[in-house]
């Protein structure tokens, strides 16, 4: 994905607020961790969102999409897109994808907004803003796991074009959709 930097603004409510969307380095790293544990505590259900690791994170800053979204210097949302690459991240393996079809599709992995954000459409926003890097990267798929009991981000994925491909416990023993959508 090429170097971007945008400002735009959003209404939530009539509420309207100016965002600063730019491809996110490892000095977001902090920032990044911190938003996913304020995730994390205002969850009613931990199984909704699954984590990244540290490990995760810093690999993908150097080696994948990343993107970040800040209102007023403060970050407010995050997504990761993983790469048509050979990893063991990739979410093709649950699919028994052979390399050839890893190389064709993408992993829609992490993609979180702050509470106080919320509704401003930024998960809606990131998601096409992946699809776009994933064409230009010549992805033919885009994968993505989701929690059945998160209505918001499956609404979001198959409002989008993602159809569920099949149900699954996934990570440490959660319950997961895996959507794909052709690019």
Do not use: W
């Not at 994905?1 to 965002?19: I, P």
């Not at 920032?31 to 699954?50: D, G, H, P, W, Y």
């Not at 790469?83 to 190389?103: A, C, D, F, S, V």
């Amino acid at each position: 994905m090429q170097e971007f930097e945008k400002t735009f603004a959003l209404a939530r409510h009539g509420d309207e607020k100016s965002f600063l969307i730019r491809k996110s380095s490892p000095d977001d790293a902090a920032q990044v961790l911190a938003l996913q544990e304020t995730i994390c505590r205002t969850l009613s259900k931990n199984q909704l969102f699954e984590k990244l690791t540290n490990a995760e994170l810093f690999e993908s800053l150097k080696t994948d999409v990343c993107l970040s979204i800040f209102c007023e210097g403060t970050l407010c949302a995050f997504t990761l897109m993983i790469k048509n690459r050979i990893t063991p991240r990739h979410l093709g393996h649950h699919l028994g994808y052979e390399q050839k079809e890893l190389l064709e599709a993408v992993s829609f992995d992490s993609t979180f907004v702050s509470p106080d954000y919320r509704g401003f459409s930024l998960q809606s926003l990131l998601l096409a803003l992946k699809e776009e890097a994933a064409r230009a990267l010549g992805a033919k798929r885009a994968i993505a796991t989701v929690s059945p009991e998160n209505d918001v981000s499956f609404n979001n994925l198959t409002s989008n074009g993602f159809e569920i491909f099949d149900r699954r416990v996934m990570y440490s023993g959660v319950d997961r959709y895996i959507v794909v959508k052709a690019l």
